[in-house]
């Protein structure tokens, strides 16, 4: 498919980026429409409603977040192509926007001339990722990085113990790890190593990286 006469849904809570996104666009591309939501929910009632050919999401979304909203558009929506745009450049995010169904991958940085490779390239039914992160998932065919990150979660999973599957239930629960400890009987030296291992194994940053990787993956209630 030609890049013309382009139906685009922008889903983004930052006004000015989405305001900016939305010129440059029309500079650029043969765009029969666009238009602008802020919020998941607002974008898949725009989709129930319109034919988008490319919509562009943020991850972090009000009422929705964007991968929760890419995974429900395209379960009515398969040929619609979806674009992230995020400052989130972690492994985690990108796979888990990956496994929802992004064709996609672009961060709020780069040059606006990604955005035209991207679009040339995911009508050409091959995913896109910018350069800072396309070494997550390396390999000479692009249509393999689904499968790839989809992977990824699931040894991630894979890897953690029954006793890991604890502490991060304790650790979502707001507990410290001198508690964590007293509800285990373990030491908070030992109750530390296990929070750095689970770390490592994820290849998470911090704390807050874990809570959201065991609630998206429905590691805790």
Known sequence: MELSNLKILIADDHKLFAEGLTYLLKQELSIESIDTV??????IGKVLNTDYNIIIMDVNMPLLNGIETCAEIKRFRTQTKIVFVSM????????QALKAGADAYLLKGNDHNDFIKAFKQIYNNEIFLSEQIKH?????NPNQIRKNAIAYLDYSNSLISAREKEII??????LTSDKIGEVLSISTRTVDTHRNNILNKLKLNNIASLVRFALENKLVE
């Open 136 to 140: 997550y998932f390396q390999n000479d």
């Open 169 to 174: 239930k304790l650790v979502c629960d707001g």
């Open 38 to 43: 802020y919020n998941g929910k607002s974008a």
């Open 88 to 95: 989130k450049a972690d492994m985690l995010t990108v796979a």
